[in-house]
């Protein structure tokens, strides 16, 4: 019995770092943007052109994800998106032009979000029972930041101990990456069972409803859907623009590469491992209890810090503020990011259509994927640096005012459902 636990929590491990390393180099931007500049020969707006026809390509294939999930073997599918996302990492560590990069981030996004997205949270969720799915799909959170934060830091390590101008640095970067997705896709063959257990199949025969037409088009007629995809949308919009922390603090603030390296490492891995652990501990034990209510209070507080980054703009002078203030940001979003989907459950969203619903406020809330990069690219290209970054943060505060409106109305919309709930039982009572 203690051995079966072992494995059942190395295999949860495996799945987890997979599905969170995995989007690693279609992502590469997020640390890497002015290696890649250098070494691959692209303008920012090329590297804002290559992130987005991820998100686009991402965006067509978040839903179809799931029928992938109930129809195929877990243990095939997790295994070859792996192997063939390192082999892609190989193809691109030899800097090849444009439109082979573009080719390589639409093959990313089949390998990563239609071959592993679902597969993966639906292959965790089926190593235990109903009871236990919020351990696990906490623990699934937490592995994943540890895994991309334990790789990001070595890969770090790797680059720096090269010369600034040696272009093997960011090469062997990505054969890194390319080297752990196949080892892990090996891994994923002896541990990630087929998924067609006697839980797996009851699961396939409850969902069969999810798929059909009448079912989407109800999802879509649901205000509370709309509300929970607006939530998202505006906190991803920030996640989006935290993603240029490390050109910020070069630009703005004179912070040597390395150095905004490591705070990029910093804001977008090490605070992703701790934040959304935390926002669950707030919903937990506050007094709020409402995964949507302390979104609200978070993006407030998203807003005073976009307030006071937009005023230093102009004279950015402490570079120790200018990380604090980033770090504030950082808190708010990935805290947020840990709670958004729980809003859906909160709504009171039935459970027969939770899946539909997710899908959709996935494609709609993941939006800014599309459209943030190849933005604020061109504003760096064509912009001062302070009007580009002015821009860039005024964005982001429309994406948290956003935040508030929609959290608010849901809000209000959960508290009118539990009060319609609590005058039926009581005139059942009587």
Known sequence: ??????????????????????FDLAYL?????????????FTNTEIGLIMSTFGITAIVLYAPSGIIADKFSHKKMMTSAM??????????????????????QVA????????LWSVSIKAASLLGGH???????GWMEGLRGVGVMSLAVFTMWVFSRFAPEDPNSLKSVILIY??????????CWFFVSDGNGAQAQADSAGDKRTFSLKDILSVLRISTTWYCSMIIFGVYTIYAILSYSTNYLTEMYGLSLVAASYMGVVINKIFRAMCGPIGGLITTYSRYKSPTRVVQFLALVSVVALGVILATNRNPTSVAVGIGLILLLAFTCYASRGLYFACIGEARTPTYIMGTTVGICSVIGFLP??????????WQDTLPPAEAYRNMYMMGLAASCLVIVFTFQLFRNIRRTAQNEAMTAEQAAQ
């Not at 390319?178 to 891994?187: K, M, N, P, T």
């Open 83 to 104: 192997i063939a996302t390192g082999l892609l990492g190989l193809l691109m560590s030899v800097y090849p032009p444009l439109w082979v990069m573009l080719c390589i």
């Open 369 to 378: 994927d599309v459209f943030v990069y190849p933005i604020v690219g061109y």
């Open 178 to 187: 390319s080297g752990v997705y196949i080892a892990l896709g090996i891994l």
């Open 1 to 22: 019995m203690h051995n079966t636990s072992i494995r059942r929590w190395l295999t949860l491990a495996i799945i987890s770092i997979s599905g969170g390393v995995s």
């Open 108 to 115: 990313f996004a089949i390998t990563t979000i239609l071959m």
């Open 29 to 41: 931007r997020y640390i890497y943007q002015i290696p890649m500049a250098k070494f691959m020969g």
């Open 131 to 137: 009871d236990e799915q919020g351990k696990i799909m």
